[in-house]
DNA sequence: CAGTGGTCTAGACCACTGG
DNA sequence: CAGTGGTCTAGACCACTGC
């Protein structure tokens, strides 16, 4: 690997006085190492070069490889452990599964009473709505894969999510493959279909519990449950998967903290 | 300002063989300067001290400082500018509200719409119930005071809050200054009681529409209502507002961001 | 132009892990 | 003990702001 320059090539400056986009170097080391992991060079729960074999071989300081790492741990892409290692993050790790599971109980810490109970209830191929077209960057009509499932905790229903995903890249998912595997979804998909989530956006509100959501749930019709939209992303902002969750929130509530 | 160690003092070691706690220098130097924000010695707004400065203040390198400015910028306690300094952060800024209010227009930016019409309509001194305060981590019966606001948009009222604050340092807050004041109510907190909020924790239900809230919010009765409970903390950790909103989510709707 | 934060480097040393 | 990430320093230079 050649040594970058520490600035932007001006031949890419169009228009004549605009301002050249400066670019650190860190910055552009970053990326190269975010090459590294989309293309599967490095896989989730691997170790990555250490920060010496890295400078040496994009021919810079260990300091500036370090503030890219720092930047990539602070986006969660990759974890720091003193003394082995940096490694590819994985959501085949329970801390990290409360990180996009903000449903916690009223009383006790999150997670405190055991795994939830997944049932899946569906898994079709279908085609794309216009709405799911859009939330997922396809066109209308191609092929999605919906699913839903139910999550119950100490064996109450507590969460139905109706999920849809592009059939492309999860060629092969079925109702089964879902119900067998044991363990956070995500974590699945990063190791059957090399799917990484990276972040995600939830739209939520309070609505009524309607159609089959109230038997489901357990509830009377028209109790209000939270309805959680979330679009998940995987690099480079692409998004990869759209979910619907409603939540009963009797016993539960959705935390967030705000910093 | 006498130079730090860079090593904990090991006489707080009591039982034999307990591990020593490390403390690197710059986490002592975010210390130092997270005492001078509490004591206001630099106020909302204002410019710190230049990192050349701190690095002679405190006996260390501007490497150092820098890392810990690195962390207190992280935290939002402190924003940087470059080319002109360090400034202690503050809520009178449009785009640090939308921090603490996730609530957003189903269509167009955060914000888009204007700002809100706020409508004070109560504001007293109460005594603190058990359950108020726990959450404030006072007294069952301490003096608190007690308001409740209407936010409207587009002359819609959207979200009822009821909120507490501990009466002592909000000493002389009545409806009229909460009415008189135009811009973010913590802004507010800041410069006239020297109270700056730091972060926040939300817990979030579903729950239908009660009490005098359906009227308040032109809704019928048992409409679903998102109901966000929010304790917000000033430095340290010390609670200093209990929030009880409700939203209505049918042209808005809560979001988050996970990643 | 001086002063600020931002980047990059090189080197020394420390803390932690595992063989 | 060697190898990893973590801390600290000192110095050079760059980008941005305002006078």
Redesign the pocket.
Same mark, same amino acid.
Not at 80 to 86: A, F, I
């Given at each position: 690997m050649a040594a970058v320059p520490?600035?932007a090539d001006p031949s890419a400056d169009a228009a004549a006085g605009a301002a050249v986009a400066?670019s650190?170097?860190?910055q552009q080391i970053k990326g190269l190492i975010l090459q590294s992991l989309q293309s599967g060079e490095w896989k989730p729960g691997e170790a990555i070069p250490?920060?010496?074999?890295l400078a040496a071989r994009y021919r810079?300081?260990q300091?500036?490889v370090? $503030?890219a790492i720092d930047e990539l741990a602070a986006d969660h892409l990759v974890v720091?452990?003193?003394? $082995?290692?940096?490694f590819v993050a994985t959501h085949a790790e329970n801390h990290v599964q409360f990180r996009f599971l903000k449903l916690v109980p009223d009383t006790g810490a999150p997670g405190s009473e055991g795994p939830a109970q997944r049932d899946i209830i569906d898994c079709r191929r279908i085609r794309a709505s216009a709405e799911i077209a859009r939330a997922l960057s396809l066109r209308s009509g191609d092929a999605v894969l919906q699913a839903r499932r139910v999550l119950s905790y100490a064996g109450v229903p507590t969460i139905v999510e109706d999920l849809w995903l592009p059939a492309t890249p999860f060629k092969g998912l079925t109702a089964e493959r879902l119900s067998d595997y044991h363990g956070p979804m995500y974590a699945l998909f990063e190791t059957e279909f090399n799917v990484r989530m990276v972040r995600a956006d939830e739209k939520i509100r309070a609505v009524p519990a309607a159609d089959g959501l109230d038997s489901l749930l357990q509830v009377s019709a028209g109790t209000p449950l939270l309805s959680v939209e979330r679009i998940a992303y995987t690099y480079q902002d692409i998004p990869m998967e759209l979910r619907r969750g409603y939540y009963r929130t009797d016993t539960h509530h959705y935390h967030n903290r705000l910093s």
């Open positions: 520490p600035f400066f650190p170097l860190y250490s920060e010496m074999e810079v300081s300091g500036t370090r $503030k720091r452990r003193q003394g $082995k290692g940096t």
